[in-house]
């Protein structure tokens, strides 16, 4: 209703003088624009910005729903950064983003080459490709948790066929807490390696030819042409993919809660688990939302950091 | 000659790495597949076939006949619904807002969505169990229809926003000029010609509100649990009955199915303007 009132004060106003009009038109245009925006920008704070100001709120209290809670101050902080678990969760998180990250950006990057040389003619195995993208993590969890069985397990099987594995020998993928955390990085790795092919598929599409046409002249081979000319003009698509592939992979949970909830001996928690234990195995609300509040706090920096220096490192022009 | 025939060569062995990438990568969705037609003992056989010896759809009779899978199914289908409309509904004036007359407080917004993306959901999951205890929605479709719009509306607002920067907007000035008020050219002139986008929008926050785990897990009990809460739930009860899980997976897998059938090649278009998994 309001914006239709809006709008027929501009159809007055634009019979006014130019010059006059054109800045009140311009005015209203902002507001229109703002109005659009409202909606939406008041349900994104209530549903966001509502639970975080209360995840601080709790943060600062100790004691559960039965108990009873009281003011603890920052005493739920202390013990977060101090708990030997929570620093464990931490780093097999950064452990976890490590191994996925330099596989997905990787295989996904050499994927992209392939379906940009192999041009039209490959869209439907790029079709392919893209599936698991839409597939539940919970099901790529259950999936491979099937999959990665010792023994009735089809990897081992595969594995021993090729005579990797001798006799009655098996991985126990999911039950070795040396190996647990690269295990289920393996969905991880199925999953999204597709979603950071597609993404720079699209920026190497959005290149422009005559530049390699130049390198091609000037004699440099494909690898100097991709080191020279590919990497340097596909940096901001490179730096949004890792951004957000990191703070997916930090934050992973469906995929890991499903195949090992964490263990064995909380070999694969990460701090997903870490605060969903916390939370509800423990019920410790005021922890929960501490480490939660620090996670958080630490995803901000390390993606606002990272997107800084690859983006546009010293500034460096396009 | 030799030069050319090593070109071809070439091409050989790229199609060659391409191929055996593209089965190695759907070679585990096919597995699936294969193992929920398999019978109870053939899905734990040593060592494991690839092939089931013979097909049964005795797995998914079982699912079926579990108790509570309608309504699961009915749970998953009505949240996704409710947060899909919500977030498409506002999202579509909020990117055109943003596209169309692109003010600082758009890209203020716009960037704020995106910080929105880099909030781990379990830091908002957390919270919001203690909030709609108080709002008294505990347990029910709009709660957690309520959670999945903050993944599923900062996506269709990215999405959303790519689609309009794709689309002449001199169209809506013609319309104007015709005699159609700002708001009567969006509805009636921009909504019509980005349909097409808006639908794999649509697709896209179903999908994020379908494939939810982690607040589902949270906010529901019995009456409002989802379809991956029960695969959880039925993973703890029956932890080795792979052929009626796999069944199970393959079941809820399916609107995933077909809406990349429906939408193929927009949904591969929707996939690289916006940051998908949740």
Known sequence: MVAIETDQSTLVSARLPVARGRRRRQLQDRQYALLLMLPAAVV??????????????????SGGLLTGQHFAGLSNYKAALTSGEVQAS????????????????????????????????????????????????????????YMLAANYGILNQLLASIGILHGDNSILWLGDPTIALLAVAIPDIWLTTSFVTLVLFAGLQALPADVYEAAKIDGAGPWQAFLRITVPLLRPVIAVVLVIRLVDAMSAFAVILI????????????????????????????????????????MMIIAFIALKTIWRPGGVTR | MSLRSGRYLKRGALWVLLAAAVVFYGFPYVYLVLTSFKSPGAALEIPPQVWPSHFTFANYSSVLSQPGIVKAFVNSIVIAVLATAIAVALAVPAAYGVVRYRTRAGRVFVTGALVVRMVP?????????????????????????????????????WLMSSFFEATPMELEESARIDGCSRLGALARVIVPITSGGIAVTAVFAFLASWNDFLFALLLTAQRSETVPVMIGNFQTEYGNEWASMTALAVLYSLPVVVATLLFQRKIVSGLTLGAVKG
């Open chain 1, 259 to 298: 195949e090992t909830q964490g263990g064995p001996q909380q070999a694969s928690t990460t701090m997903g688990l870490e605060i969903y234990n916390t939370f509800i195995t423990y019920g410790n609300t005021g922890l929960a939302a501490a480490i939660s509040v620090l996670f958080m706090a630490a």
């Open chain 1, 90 to 145: 931490a780093g097999r998180t950064g452990l976890y983003a490590l191994i996925v990250l330099p596989v997905e950006l990787i295989v996904g990057f050499a994927m992209a080459l392939l379906f940009k040389t192999l041009g039209d003619r490959a869209r439907v195995l790029r079709t392919v490709f893209i599936y698991p993208l839409l597939i539940a993590p919970l099901v790529a969890g259950l999936l491979w948790q």
């Open chain 2, 121 to 157: 959901a379990i830091a908002i999951g957390v919270p919001f169990v203690g909030l709609m205890a108080r709002l008294h929605l505990t347990d029910t479709q709009l709660g957690v229809a309520l959670a999945h719009i903050t993944i599923a509306l900062p996506l269709s607002i």
């Open chain 1, 44 to 61: 994104l704070a209530v549903l966001v910005g509502w639970p975080l100001v209360e995840l601080v709120k709790d943060s600062l209290y």
